[in-house]
């Protein structure tokens, strides 16, 4: 089947919290814990606020396969046209990947990389020339590599102060499109 990709509405919210309850388990499996921690999603009011308010400015994307009546859920991305406030900001207007996430039942079907290109047809879309993302730039920086290998460039390091826990340490990236 081919996955097709949508604009994510209020009730896709428990699903797409439950996809990231899995991957923080399986993070977790894997003594990786330093990127989201070992809090669930869908008990972390802070995460389902975030996840709902991307839903309803219509930032998060679906991928999905599968019939309509009961489709998949793959991986989500939230695109928007303003970065955090923990990085640096950007030298013209851009598209911003606020979050990507992929299933764990979709492991080796280069889900993150469909999720990728539709951003990059969002942002030529809009006319935008810059894609910027950051990610987890800790441990072994298997993340950080990932995007690289997707075509981001590495603009610099950061760390995120957080209160009663450990700073977080990221990459902020960017790709460059052709029109």
Known sequence: MTARIRIAEADDAAAVLRMFDGI???LESLGRTGQWGTDRWSQTPQQVERLTGQIER???????EGPAHAPELLGVIALSEKCG???SPPPEPELY???LGTSRAAKGRDIGGLLLAH???E????GLRLLRVDC????DRRLNR????QGFTEVGPFVVQRTGRPDWPGMLLQEYLDS
């Open 136 to 139: 987890y730039a800790g441990g």
């Open 85 to 87: 406030t923990y990085v």
């Open 58 to 64: 219509g930032e998060l994307r679906i991928a999905e």
């Open 123 to 126: 942002a030529r879309r809009r």
């Open 119 to 121: 951003a990059r047809a």
């Open 24 to 26: 923080v388990e399986w």
């Open 97 to 99: 990947i606020n979050l």
């Open 146 to 149: 990932w995007y690289v290998d």
